[in-house]
């Protein structure tokens, strides 16, 4: 059965506005609408949206989803959304060692403040240093 926008929201666990956006840039595309103007999403719809959410949810930008759907080439093959997946799970380790690099660091440089209640502290002083 279709769904109105509040519905299928509340069903996908989504807010309103995330629906619209996606409408917005096209990767989902325009709903049916009842005579009285209200837009109804049909199972295609609902099942599409969830294959957005879920791609998003493991960091896929939105042009990465947007190949995954093929909707400016057509369906891709399962090599094409391999490579595509491949890279981002590089892009994901590479943040990830960026931010184990920047939590080593910043244990570091916290390590010499003392948390005492004084303006003095060791920790603002290391970032205004001349490294």
Request: aromatic share 4%; glycine share 8%.
């Amino acid at each position: 059965a279709a769904l109105k926008r509040a519905e299928l929201a509340g069903r996908l666990g989504c807010n309103l506005e995330t629906i619209r956006y996606y409408e917005k840039i096209e990767l989902l595309p325009e709903p049916a609408r009842t005579a009285s103007g209200h837009r109804l999403y049909s199972n295609e719809d609902q099942v599409r949206l969830r294959f957005i959410l879920r791609a998003r949810s493991l960091g896929f930008s939105v042009e990465d989803v947007r190949s995954l759907l093929g909707i400016n080439d057509g369906r891709p093959s399962c090599a094409e959304v391999r490579a595509l997946a491949e890279a981002h799970r590089g892009d994901i380790r590479k943040r990830i060692a960026d931010l184990k690099q920047m939590d080593r660091r910043l244990g570091e440089i916290m390590a010499g403040c003392t948390g005492a209640e004084t303006p003095d502290c060791a920790l603002t002083d290391k970032l205004f240093e001349d490294s």
